[in-house]
C-alpha cells in the first residue's frame, strides 16, 4: 500500500540558509500535518492544512512557510536555518478530518552547521 | 490546552512477558481520541492503538490493549507476549473530536530483552 512520501530523507544546511522538505501524502488522503521532533524530545506540531487551505496553526516560527499544492502535495519552507532547527521532521496525511486517523512518514532529518 | 504526561522515561521487559506503560493526560474537552504511537529505531510513527474517549470499552489490537480511565484521565498501553520488535519509542497522543492537532506526551522508551 502507498505511504506518505518525504524527501529529501536527509538535508545538511549551514545557519541562514534556506532549507525545503516535501511531502507526498497517500493517494485521496486531504489533509496533510508537519510536525518537528527535537533529539530526544516528542513531535511538535507545526501546522496543518485540509484542503489546500491551512486548517491549524502551531508551533511554527515566522521564518517557516508551508502550503498544499493542488495535487495535495505539501512543501514546509524553512528560511535563516538557525542550530535550533536542526531535527526530524514529520509530514503524516489522513484520511478523514478529525478522526485522529494519521499516517507518518519517515521523516526527513535537517542537520544546520 | 492539553497536556499528556508520561511518568516511564524507559522500561524494560523480556520477550514473551507482559509490560504496561503508563500516561495521564490533562484536558477539559468531553469527547477526544487517545493514542499511542510507536517509534523504532528506523524513526517512522506507526500507529499501534485509538481510543474514542465516549466509548467505554477498552480498545484492543492483537497483542495490544488499553487500560482507558476517562475520569481519572489515564490512559495505559499493556503489550501482551512482547517480542524483539517491540523495541520502541512509545508516545502517548491527545486530539480533540473534530480536530486535527496531535498533543505527544514525552515518550517511554522500551527495550525487549531475549
Known amino acids: 500500500a502507498a505511504g506518505v512520501i518525504q524527501s529529501p530523507r536527509h538535508l545538511i544546511k549551514e545557519k541562514r540558509e534556506t532549507a525545503t522538505l516535501k511531502c507526498y501524502p497517500i493517494p485521496r488522503h486531504d489533509t496533510v500535518y508537519w510536525y518537528q521532533q527535537g533529539p530526544g524530545q516528542d513531535p511538535q506540531f507545526l501546522i496543518s492544512?485540509?484542503?489546500?487551505?491551512q486548517s491549524d496553526k502551531g508551533s511554527i516560527p515566522d521564518r517557516f512557510s508551508a502550503q498544499q499544492f493542488s495535487d495535495y502535495h505539501s512543501e514546509l519552507n524553512m528560511s535563516s536555518l538557525e542550530l535550533g532547527d536542526s531535527a526530524l521532521y514529520f509530514c503524516?496525511?489522513?484520511?478523514?478530518w478529525g478522526t485522529g486517523e494519521l499516517f507518518f512518514g519517515e521523516g526527513s532529518r535537517l542537520t544546520v552547521l | 490546552a492539553q497536556t499528556v504526561t508520561q511518568s516511564q522515561p524507559e522500561m524494560s521487559v523480556q520477550e514473551a512477558e507482559t509490560v504496561t506503560l503508563s500516561c495521564t493526560y490533562d484536558?477539559?474537552?468531553?469527547?477526544?481520541?487517545l493514542f499511542w504511537y510507536k517509534q523504532p529505531p528506523s524513526r517512522q510513527m506507526i500507529l499501534v492503538i485509538r481510543?474514542?474517549?465516549?466509548?467505554?470499552q477498552n480498545a484492543t489490537e492483537n497483542r495490544f490493549s488499553v487500560n482507558f480511565q476517562k475520569a481519572a484521565k489515564s490512559f495505559s498501553l499493556k503489550i501482551s507476549d512482547s517480542q524483539l520488535g517491540d523495541t520502541a519509542m512509545y508516545f502517548c497522543a491527545f486530539m480533540k473530536h473534530a480536530g486535527n492537532m496531535l498533543t505527544f506526551g514525552g515518550g517511554t522508551r522500551l527495550m525487549v530483552k531475549p
Open positions: 481510543q474514542e474517549a465516549y466509548k467505554q
Open positions: 484536558t477539559s474537552e468531553s469527547n477526544y481520541y
Open positions: 503524516a496525511s489522513g484520511g478523514k
Open positions: 492544512f485540509y484542503e489546500k487551505m
